[in-house]
């Protein structure tokens, strides 16, 4: 019954802009912290932003920060990632995460099928 959907990807040139959702459903989503992560091939997957649930405490990882903006909208059960001055090294499949932990367990943690950015000239 869970269920991450992300939506938004394409293909930009260096520079551009794009806006990424991941719509969830099926569990408690203002519980969860709401996390975009993404892998190029032959990449470890990497955090990318996180914004957690109580508080919407934003983090950031050091090469997207100033660029991008994770947000998120409890009413509509969805995630946002604005991503702008786009450059090569953007290009990846992006995973939106849902992660709920109520210590010292982690009680949900849930990932969607990905949407790929590319970034190209």
């Known amino acids: 019954q869970v269920q991450l959907v992300e939506s938004g990807g394409g293909l930009v040139q260096p520079g551009g802009s794009l806006r990424l959702s991941c719509a969830a459903s099926g569990f408690t989503f203002s519980l969860y912290d709401m996390s975009w992560y993404r892998q190029a091939p032959g990449n470890e997957r990497e955090l990318v932003a996180r914004?957690?649930?109580?508080?919407?405490?934003?983090k950031y990882a050091d090469s997207v920060k100033d660029r991008f903006t994770i947000s998120r909208d409890n009413a509509k059960n969805t995630v946002y990632l604005q991503m702008n001055n786009l450059k090569p090294e953007d290009t990846a499949l992006y995973y939106c995460?849902?992660?709920?932990?109520?210590?010292?367990?982690?009680?949900?943690?849930?990932w969607g099928q990905g949407t790929q950015v590319t970034v190209s000239s």
């Open positions: 914004i957690t649930g109580p508080g919407g405490i934003t």
């Open positions: 995460n849902a992660k709920r932990t109520v210590l010292p367990h982690i009680t949900g943690d849930y």
